[in-house]
């Protein structure tokens, strides 16, 4: 079993950054790929970054993409998520993800991948 615990949220005026961060701990060795999912206020949880594990290839959400940053460290079993820019329609509960044995590079935003979740962190950006 994986365990994943997310911090970092918080309230940001538009414009402002956070930056996120999800510790894994468990059964670890055979992770893939980890994620970022968010699930805006009344809204299905939706994808938002990914990051294979192996070689860092990283991949976003075209509403993301050239503001939010996904890294990991391998050694600290953490992935990150570094969000400039912050507009209020990425107000949402974030979401880490993390899927074993197979990054399945084709389905990343597919929700039903990732088998491991964390409990989410609040992010509200205000106008």
């Known amino acids: 079993q994986v365990q994943l615990v997310e911090s970092g949220g918080g309230l940001v005026q538009a414009g402002g950054s956070l930056s996120l961060s999800c510790a894994a701990s468990?059964?670890?060795?055979?992770?893939?790929?980890m994620a970022w999912f968010r699930q805006p206020p009344g809204k299905e949880r939706e994808f938002v970054a990914a990051?294979?594990?192996?070689?860092?290839?990283?991949h976003y959400a075209d509403s993301v993409k050239g503001r939010f940053t996904i890294s990991r460290d391998n050694a600290k079993n953490a992935v990150y998520l570094q969000m400039n820019s912050l507009k209020p329609e990425d107000t949402a509960v974030y979401y880490c993800a993390c899927k074993l044995n197979g990054d399945m590079w084709n389905r990343l935003a597919d929700i039903n991948i990732y088998p491991h979740w964390g409990q989410g962190t609040q992010v509200t950006v205000s106008s």
């Open positions: 990051i294979r594990w192996s070689d860092g290839n990283t």
């Open positions: 468990g059964r670890t060795a055979s992770t893939a790929v």
